[in-house]
């Protein structure tokens, strides 16, 4: 029997899948049902059929789950970018999330054994240091487009945000209103603002703010003059030109446009200065539990020499100066390795040599014969793809950060000929929604000996 477009049905959700959502079978062939639990029966609609699975809407949970709970945001379903806030236990979700990719791509034997308890967060909402948010000619012109979709959501109240940046967004329409600025029309391909950009400190109490305009001639004054008076936390003033070909966010020009060049930030007893392309982890209290299982995983001594390669503003690098003899600093953007060098500067760091450029480039430059002890990686989402470097170096040890679980086991796969695995902790970086963040430890198998 096969599914129709719209039918209805009722289904026994199996297990979770890489999204958070939902999997149940019919005829064999996979329903992906966001917001629905493993052991729930469920009613729903089918969206979409593919050859060989399908997607559908949830319309009822008939038998729920122990696990389920109410979402505490009333956009949750409408909304999309959180997808686990119905899950009680998310922890134990990511962590399976995790080993069935390993099952899948690692080739490990029992990941299972390798596998630590997940580091969750003590904070479940407001943790989100940085918001990213389209404006466009809406009633409420913030929020974005629906994955896959060109369905625009606002999102006025999203709970994941820090407080102060979540009171500056609830603003800004009016702000908008009252300074004249005219909101982006996708269809007519015509307006002044298209994106905001915030972000603030652990305090609450620093702000960065960078608007994304269709040209330079955009008035602005009125616009900042209004916001920075509401919110004098608005520290650092920023504007970019945005190609809606390109990043919404990002153009390829940034201009400062008053207060503070920069944000700073007192992180783990480091001041760090940040600047509007840098990055750093999204939510602080798991950031620093996340730096903290690194630096304690690799086991370093004063002796040693390490890499922090894709080391954004260098956070890894920073931290584990002080227990080591030498570090390596390797990331590609120019923004980051800007924010690494006065970081380094402010802190009187001197035993850090900067590796610019791309890593696999970068750590071909460094003479054959240096022995590197411990290597850092904290690649993109679209993890290491080019080993050369890092099989050519042979580091005794690498520490390696990941925010996908599919490209970590790959990079195992291959890591694995030359490498012990020997412990993989997955990490809540952020919760309610799929994300999963986790630290893997390789020991060089000549080294074992
Ligand atoms: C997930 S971030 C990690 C940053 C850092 N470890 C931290 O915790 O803040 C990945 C970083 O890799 C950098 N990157 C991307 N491609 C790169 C490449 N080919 N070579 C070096 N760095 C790269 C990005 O600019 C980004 O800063």
Same mark, same amino acid.
């Given at each position: ?36 639990? @493993? =052991?729930?029966?469920?009613?729903? /609609? $089918? ?9 559908? +809407? *949830?319309?009822? &949970? ?110 800004? @329409? =009016?702000?908008?209103?009252?300074? /004249? $600025? ?9 307006? +002044? *603002?298209?994106? &905001? ?118 956070? $890894? ?133």
């Amino acid at each position: 029997m096969n599914l129709d477009l719209n039918q209805e049905l009722e289904l026994e959700i199996k297990r979770v899948g890489i999204n958070g959502e939902g999997i149940g079978y019919f005829e064999k062939k996979a329903v992906f049902v966001p917001e629905a639990l @493993p =052991n729930e029966r469920v009613k729903i /609609k $089918i969206l979409k059929i593919a050859d060989k699975f399908s997607h559908a +809407e *949830l319309i009822e &949970v008939i038998r729920p789950s122990s696990e389920r709970i109410k979402p505490k945001c009333s956009d949750y379903s409408n909304c999309g970018a959180c997808q686990l806030q119905h899950a009680k236990n998310q922890g134990e979700i990511k962590s399976e999330l995790l080993l069935e990719s390993l099952c899948k791509y690692s080739s490990l034997a029992n990941p299972k054994k390798f596998v630590d308890e997940i580091i969750l967060s003590d904070k479940s909402f407001y943790y989100r240091n940085k918001a990213m948010m389209l404006v466009r000619d809406y009633n409420n012109p913030l929020g974005f487009y629906k994955t896959g979709t060109n369905h625009f959501i606002s999102t006025p109240n999203c709970i994941l945000h820090m407080k102060i940046i979540g009171d500056i967004l609830k603003e800004i @329409p =009016n702000v908008i209103k009252a300074s /004249k $600025i005219v909101c982006y029309d996708e269809r007519r391909k015509k307006g +002044e *603002l298209m994106s &905001v950009l915030i972000r603030c400190d652990q305090t609450e109490e620093k702000v960065m703010i960078m608007v994304g305009v269709s040209s330079l001639e955009v008035k602005l004054d009125k616009f900042f003059e209004l916001l920075t008076n509401k919110f004098p936390v608005i520290n650092s003033i920023y504007k970019t030109v945005i190609d809606i070909k390109d990043n919404p966010y990002y153009g390829d020009e940034i201009i400062h446009v008053g207060r503070e060049t920069h944000l700073d930030l007192n992180f783990m007893d480091y001041k760090f200065r940040l600047l509007p392309r840098a990055f750093f982890q999204l939510n602080y209290l798991q950031a620093e539990k996340f730096y903290q299982k690194i630096i304690k995983l690799a086991g370093v001594k004063k002796t040693d020499i390490v890499i922090d390669a894709y080391a954004g503003i260098g956070i $890894i690098g920073i931290l584990v100066s002080k227990f080591v003899k030498r570090v390596f600093l390797n990331e590609i953007d120019k923004d980051c390795l800007e924010s690494a060098k006065t970081t380094i500067e402010l802190n009187g760091i001197t035993n850090i040599t900067i590796l610019p450029g791309d890593f696999v480039k970068a750590i071909n430059g460094l003479d054959k014969k240096t022995v590197i002890d411990c290597l850092f990686v904290d690649p993109p989402r679209s993890g290491l793809i080019d080993y050369t470097g890092i099989l050519k170096l042979r580091p005794k040890r690498i520490v390696y950060g990941s925010c996908n679980t599919a490209t970590l086991s790959k990079d195992i796969k291959v890591l694995s000929e030359f490498y012990f695995v020997t412990k993989i902790v997955p990490l809540d970086m952020f919760p309610n929604t799929s994300h999963v963040e986790s630290i893997l430890l390789l020991n060089l198998k000549s080294d074992r000996k």
